[in-house]
């Protein structure tokens, strides 16, 4: 009897080392890596999902609060923040492209831009925080401000703080799995036939900007 | 018939109108469940020894079913579900709307005691309702505390008592009789003795008790506990007009009938109002509490939009109050010396 | 891995291979750091057994206490918290990782004929979480207490001065453990079909895994954020569910049911799936439409995603809102219906084998229309103001939970016994204790069903004494029911060290999973299996086939 190691050796494709043993082609492996980050950016956006179920009803309930609380953030900073989101969102998708075409160093360079912009983006919102916590527009029975009088401006910042407080620790996740490819794009790991890690690296880094493209015109513009 | 099957399935005596109507469904659908699961538990345990194998290997035909067969297994079941749903719906939509002439009392759970309130001029109860047999009553609920639910097995009735809103239920008791109600919905340590009694007294004889409960002193009554027991002695119309001082309603809001900032009071309950929208309404229950809720969701014309939400600012049994305290400023009974009758005489309500 | 190539081919007397994937690697640690599916599967047998144990003792305990009215065995809190353990212990640690975590990840990769599961390391990571989770969870409620029930409504879980926090992040753990198990599932089964196994050759456990991990993986993200939210709002009174802030208590129902009506399919699926399987393989005989047991899979994963409001018929949620989750509630009833139409159909002109597993399918086929069809009147609103909170509701998700779910465990676990272990059992104490289960099962929820229209609420501590006859009858029962668990454990355990080695395919099955030995080698296959005919066929080759349409 010839065990299925031996048969599965000889196929076509078994020589790679970054292939599983329980795969049969890098096209399949690719595919199911694929596969299940969609999933897990799905799981991800349902996630978000109940935090934008909570605004809709309170801001159903409280619409003059939101609407006079909105108008108490730092316009600004937010429009900073978004176009440093998209571009960061420009430079890893460069950067699989770069990738995708054996360019080492340029798509290590776009990695690092991309973390940096990423930096930026939570030093900008730790600005922001920080003058919430000056003026005491925060959460729940912590809110304090007394300039905005209308009653549920404290749930306006329970549901400002755990969204962006939730997209925040996520860009700190993406900024930790950009480093990590970044850390394998300079060990010379990934060339034009084998980049998925830096491909699905990417997507997640688009989701986390996309989850701030929905927060910043709920919480800063309407 | 009905009768039997009452009694083979445990339920509680038919106390209310409503329960003839559950019950009646009941018993249908609850045959039809046991007739059902016990023909498919039979008809497989004789397929077992009907069809068991006889020789080992042995092949068996290939069964498909026709596109008639999938209709059927479809369409049987979807039929009896949605005739269930049908019927169950239209006994639930009557049993969500209260008839007009309604006697309101407010309810108020917290762990681990219900307390009633009747409109007008009292008197307040903890743990025993009493109510008139054959005339409907409206029960306008809401919590102190944490979620309860107001449960009367004999009525078939239950509702979720919930803080910071209000839930409405009604009944029609059809049978003198004391009934026991429960708490349903999971409200910590004694929660299993979160118990009261419905008292069902005939028409008159509740009428006479209405009175002399009216006219002891608020010690000698049933109970003399307000909302707020510790606080406040008194009848909820009292209550009301305290919070509305205290919460600054009359700033804007007069009660002797002169034009302020907002509508005045008087009268205002039964109003009929024309808003900014065009839309006509009548100012009742529901519209007064949506109102301290969400006050700019329907203005009255030629007011303003400018005041603000009490959602979150008043407790449920504060708005309450001011509800009763709403409904006693009426004109007539400023200018006459209110009389009692009228105070617990059935709220005509154009529903 | 050239030396196990060499075992592989030594032999035992019978000429088959004695190296397989349970003795390939000895020592707790090649278990522990073990990528393998099917250890992986083994180490949530042993660890979902013991949290069944643990909800059983619970529940024995407030089958106990409520023997009479008054308190008699433990004091109100002391029940809150039982309670609220069994609810939660069966729930979390048993019912969803139950059928999914042991005989998904034993069986889907055979089935499947994969080598292993997609992420094998994931799989393991969903294990390790998974025993995380469960200890936080444990810690908290043993040490501190919880009595919010499992359901965690607020205010009340954000108010009550016992020890939650704990519970709801072990929760929160557990919820990553069921989505990593849903997903890896959902792309094995996209990528790692063997080679001729179209969608429509997929056998229906798979299918119904299938559904069950689109659920697991949309779902479950919106609980972790729940219990998240409570866990934030009892630590920083941020006020989302508390309504002296402002915040909606009702929402809190919604959001919880969104996932906790869906995680019901999460449980009564695979369950399903075990039955199709097995129904097939004792009556020997394809199974009776394929195509509709398999799209009413998805269709119950799709459609119990909308019904979720039937759970809040008082909680004061409008007419119209009630009136439309009533509706879309019966669709479901409808797929259900289906499926047993299918099973029974199945049965006919078969050639049934009477095995223990029958026992358990029989009484599985009645536990289910019964209680599938007291769902369907629960969710006939009208009739649900009477029965919501009381014990019906209890007695109708009982006959879901165990009727269904429990009795498709124990026929997954007789009928994949041979396979996962390669033993035997005794038939005789099969039967038995099948007797004692599906008997004492009737005689504790029959009696609940009576109590709930009598109009006793659920989570009563005490209660008025008309209701005593009953409990007493429901509680004799429930020890009828330990009793058939009970020796059940011992026959397997026996089985385990004594029992007679089985034979490759001791039921003749024609199932994927039964094409290796048994039990199966490390890398699930021999050779390369290549799929030829439908799932579930039982035609012998060469003999002339007769074909029927009703």
Known sequence: MSSSEATAHAAPGRGDPHLAHHFDTQDQQDGAVRLGMWLFLGTEVLLFAGLFLGYTVYRHFFHEAFHECSRALSLPLGTLNTVILITSSLFVALAHVAIKQDKQKQAAGLLVLTILCALAFLVIKSFEYAHKFEVGELPGKWFSNPEITAPGANLYFTVYFLATGLHAFHVIVGMSVLAWVLKGVLKGKYGPRNNVAVELGGLYWHLVDLVWIFLFPLLYLI | MNEIMRRLLWLPDEASTFAGAVDKLHFFVVTVTMLASVATGLLAFGFFFKYRERRPNQSTPIIVPSVKFELAVIGVPLAFFLAWFFQGYRDYIWYTTPPANATDIYVMGKKWMWKFSYGGDGPNAIGTLHVPANRPVRLLMTSRDVIHSFYVPDFRIKQDVLPGRYTETWFEATKPGRYQVLCAEYCGTWHSQMWGEIVVMPGPEFDQWLLDQRAGQNAARVDSGGDDGASFHGSLVEYGKRIAMAQGCLKCHSVTGEPHIGPTWLDLYQRRETLETGEQIVADEAYLTDSMIDPRGKIVKGFKPVMPTYKGRLAAPEAAALVEFIKSLRSTSLENVPSKEAVYEPVNRAR | ?550
């Open chain 3, 1 to 550: 891995m050239s030396q196990s190539t060499e075992l592989d081919n030594a032999g035992d007397a019978e000429g088959r291979p004695v190296v397989n994937y349970l003795n390939h690697d000895r020592g707790v640690m090649s278990w522990l750091t073990t990528v393998d599916h099917k250890r992986i599967g083994v180490m949530y047998l042993v660890s979902v057994l013991i949290a069944f144990l643990l909800g059983g003792i619970f529940a024995e305990a407030v089958r106990l206490e409520l023997l009479t009215p008054d308190p008699t065995i433990m004091g109100a809190n002391t029940y809150n918290r039982m309670f609220t353990l069994h609810g939660a212990v069966m729930i979390f640690l048993f019912m969803i990782p139950g059928i999914p975590g042991v005989f998904g990840n034993f069986c889907l990769p055979l089935m499947l004929g994969a080598k292993d599961v997609a992420f094998p390391r994931l799989n393991l990571l969903s294990l390790y979480l998974y025993w995380t989770g469960a200890t936080i969870a444990l810690a908290g409620m043993i040490m501190g207490g919880t009595d919010t029930g499992w359901t965690f409504y607020a205010p009340y879980s954000t108010t009550t001065p016992m020890t939650v926090f704990p519970v709801l992040f072990g929760i929160f753990i557990l919820g990553f453990s069921s989505i990593l198990t849903g997903l890896n599932f959902i792309v094995t089964i996209h990528t790692l079909r063997a080679p001729g196994m179209g969608w429509m050759r997929l056998p229906l456990f798979v299918w119904a895994t299938y559904a069950t991990s689109i659920i697991q993986v949309l779902a479950t993200p919106v609980i972790g954020l729940t219990v998240m939210l409570v866990g934030i709002e009892r630590v920083g009174g941020f006020g989302f569910f508390d309504a002296t802030k402002g915040g909606d208590p009702v929402l809190f129902q919604h959001m919880f049911w969104f996932y906790s009506h869906p995680a019901v399919y999460i449980m009564v699926l695979p369950a399903m799936g075990v039955v199709s399987e097995a129904i097939a393989a004792f009556s020997r005989k394809n199974i009776f439409g394929y195509k509709m047991i398999a799209y009413s899979s998805l269709g119950i994963a799709f459609v119990g995603f909308f019904a979720w409001g039937h759970h809040m018929f008082v909680s004061g949620q409008s007419t119209f809102e009630n009136g439309a989750f009533a509706v879309i509630s019966m669709f479901v009833g409808v797929f259900t219906a289906i499926k047993v139409f299918n099973w029974v159909g199945t049965l006919y002109r078969g050639a049934i084998a009477v095995k223990a597993p029958l026992v358990y399918i029989c009484g599985f086929l009645f536990f289910v229309v019964f209680g599938g069809m007291t769902g369907i009147a629960v969710a006939t609103i009208s009739l649900d103001v009477h029965w919501h909170d009381t014990y019906f509701v209890v007695a109708h998700f009982h006959f879901i939970m165990v009727g269904a779910v429990i009795m498709a465990f124990l026929i997954a676990l007789h009928y994949w016994f041979p396979k996962m272990f390669g033993r035997m059992y005794n038939e005789g104490w099969a039967m038995v204790a099948a007797g004692f289960i599906v008997l004492g099962f009737n005689a504790t929820f029959i009696p609940q069903f009576l109590l709930g229209n009598a109009g006793m609420p659920r989570r009563y501590y005490m209660y008025p004494e008309r209701f005593q006859a009953l409990n007493v009858a429901s509680t004799a029962g429930s020890s009828l029911l330990a009793l058939g668990f009970v020796i059940i454990l011992v026959y397997l355990i026996f089985a385990l060290v004594r029992g007679p080695k089985a034979v490759d395919n001791p039921w003749g099955s024609r199932g994927y999973e039964w094409m290796t030995t048994s039990p199966p080698p490390k890398h699930n296959f021999h050779e390369q299996p290549v799929i030829t005919q439908d799932a579930h066929s039982y035609q012998n080759p060469g003999e002339e086939v007769e074909h029927v349409v009703i």
